[in-house]
């Protein structure tokens, strides 16, 4: 007998086995109308269709991601008095500033600090906007070395003083009620080999190796974190290209040199993540989503450390937000446009639309497939980018093949140009 005949004949005698039992229990027909039992309606399932005159409430669709909070880096506001800058942002509709600690807005060494600072509270409370402090300020700290000294300055008094900067910058974080406080790790010392260990270049002074290096980064900020720890306020290192620390994968050396303290964190920068690391930026945030406690964002390319509006690099931002939001981040994501202080108040104004566009852009594929992007197999991706509302303007970025110099997603970069020297 064939293996279908063999079910067919099992099928009909459980029907009919079924029709008698049926037959035995069937109400007679003299019965009582009440007495017959009801039919009910089949359940509703989001993946079958609706039953034909079926009354019931279709299952609610599942809650969205929570929105992000974006907010805009004074950096690039240079040129703006602060009260004028946060009352531009708010005007906006941002969330939140990033902060830069520097002379020209909160100068973390004026006299009267303070008093600037409650002041700076009051009005940040006045405008609803949230707030990180950076410490990324060029000319701070030395009017001659670009964010000179660093953490990891031969010279221990150099080293103290950028140890105070931060110290201050916790400070004020907390008289602020910032959710972070972001640093950085500084470039190698003149004279380091990019050896790994002692004795692999016969010019590298062991007080300059990069082991020593890292060492002293661990050491430097062990004052750092207690205090930061103490406020209960995390500090967000940033990976920065052509410094020590420059990648994720620097992130976690120093995380286990330092004994993975719960104070530090991560300050995550998409436009860093498209110039040097290996994987693609939306597979980077969830990577990076344990530790995270800032986001900074731009655009960017490949191999070229030069922050870009949105549109004139290669990031495709859709999956990066949806990526983002699946994390469920609640800190700021802040535009970093350092370098277009003289038409700040025009990127400003462009960014945040931007960025509200790319972000309904990723919660209309989220509806359409709600697995997180990083649990999406490559086949299931999306083929380029998301389709947005018609009158979004998202650049698609360029293909590899159709530009040889950008270095497909996977490619760890070297150095990249423009990087901090």
Known sequence: MSFEHANLEHGDLEH???????????????????????????????????????????????PPSPPLRFGYGTNGLADLRLDDALDLLADLGYDGVGLTLDHMHLDPFAPDIGARTRRVAHRLD???????????????????????????????????????????AIRIAGDLGAHAVHCFSGTLPTGTHPGTHPGTHPDTHPDTHPDMAWQRLAETL????????????????????????????????????LGDPASLGLTLDIGHCQCLEPLPPAD???????????????????????????????????PVLAALAA????????????????????????????????QAAAQAVEHADPRPPSRLAPADRPAG?????????????????????????????????????
């Open 385 to 421: 980018r998301p389709q947005p509302p018609s009158h979004a303007v998202l650049p698609s970025p360029p293909s590899p093949a159709a530009n040889p110099s950008v270095a497909p997603p996977g490619e760890p970069s070297a150095t990249p140009q423009g990087s901090t020297p």
């Open 327 to 358: 994390t469920g981040y609640r800190g700021l994501t802040v535009v970093e446009l350092p370098r277009h202080s003289h038409a700040g108040p025009q990127h400003a104004e462009l960014s945040l639309p931007f960025l509200r566009r790319a």
């Open 284 to 318: 980077c945030v969830p990577a990076a989503a344990p530790w995270l406690r800032h986001v900074q964002i731009e655009d960017m390319r490949r191999d070229v450390h030069e922050h870009l509006p949105f549109g004139d690099g290669e990031i495709d931002f859709p």
């Open 126 to 168: 006045t405008l609803g906007l949230g707030v990180t402090v950076e410490t990324g300020a060029r000319y701070v700290l030395d009017p001659r070395r670009k964010h000179g000294p660093s953490l990891l300055d031969p010279d221990p008094d150099d080293r103290a003083r950028r140890v105070d900067l931060l110290l201050r």
């Open 16 to 62: 009919g086995n079924r029709e008698r039992a049926d037959r035995g229990n069937a109400p007679r027909q003299d019965a009582p109308q009440e007495n017959r039992p009801r039919r009910t309606a089949r359940p509703t399932h989001p993946l079958l269709p609706p039953v034909p005159g079926d009354s019931s409430p279709p299952p609610p669709p599942p």
């Open 222 to 257: 062990t004052p750092v974190l207690d205090a930061a720890a103490t406020a209960g306020i995390p500090l967000a290192i940033e990976p920065e290209p052509g410094h020590l620390l420059a990648t994720l994968a620097d992130f976690h050396r120093l995380r286990r040199t």
